[in-house]
C-alpha cells in the first residue's frame, strides 16, 4: 500500500501503513511525533505526516522520543 500525500487517513489506516499497533500510534499522537486532526469525534492524518514520520531524515529522532516514551512507562510499572 502506497502512502498518498495529499490523503487523508483515519488512525486505523495509519496504523496498518506504520505496522504499529493502535497504542504505540495513540502514543505517537499525544508525543506530538505525528499531528492529527480532530474532525468530530474522530481522528484524521495527512499523508504528508505519515511520509514525513518515515523519511531518512527523522527516523532517528523518532526513534528515540518513542524509546524515551517506552522507558517512561515502564518506569512507572515498578
Known sequence: MEINENEVYTPEESRQLL????S??????KK????????GKQYRILGKELIRL????????VGKAYNRARHWVHDGID
Do not use: F, H, Y
Not at 24 to 29: A, C, D
Not at 32 to 39: F, S
Not at 54 to 61: A, H, Q, R
Open 54 to 61: 518515515v523519511s531518512p531524515k527523522l527516523e532517528d529522532g
Open 32 to 39: 506530538g511525533l505525528i499531528q492529527a486532526a480532530k474532525v
Open 19 to 22: 505496522k504499529v499497533s493502535s
Open 24 to 29: 504505540t500510534l495513540t502514543r505517537m499522537m
